[in-house]
């Protein structure tokens, strides 16, 4: 009789997630580039952290099938400007 109760805990601890090894599961909230909020669970900062999108499948190509240029840093503006003499923008 040990040796079957000592096979179940065996087992028993095989399958126990290990502790201290995981990231904390928390909820947050995620805010969509139109404003509209939800709220999830995720390992992202820390609970009650806000996600705000910079783009999301309301504004991204692959879902709207519309090009739209997103300027992160002044990028576009310096491209426009350096060719505008061209007539390119």
Wanted: charged share 30%; proline share 4%; no cysteine.
């Amino acid at each position: 009789m040990w040796r079957r109760q000592d096979a179940q805990s065996t087992e028993l601890e095989r399958l126990t997630m290990k502790k201290e090894i995981h990231p904390d599961y928390h909820e947050i909230t995620v805010q969509m580039t139109d404003g509209t909020e939800f709220t999830t669970r995720s390992t992202y900062g820390e609970p009650g952290a806000t996600l705000r999108l910079d783009i999301d499948p309301k504004t991204h190509p692959a879902w709207t099938g519309v090009q739209r240029l997103v300027d992160s840093g002044g990028q576009v503006a310096k491209f426009n400007k350096r060719f505008e003499k061209f007539g390119l923008t």
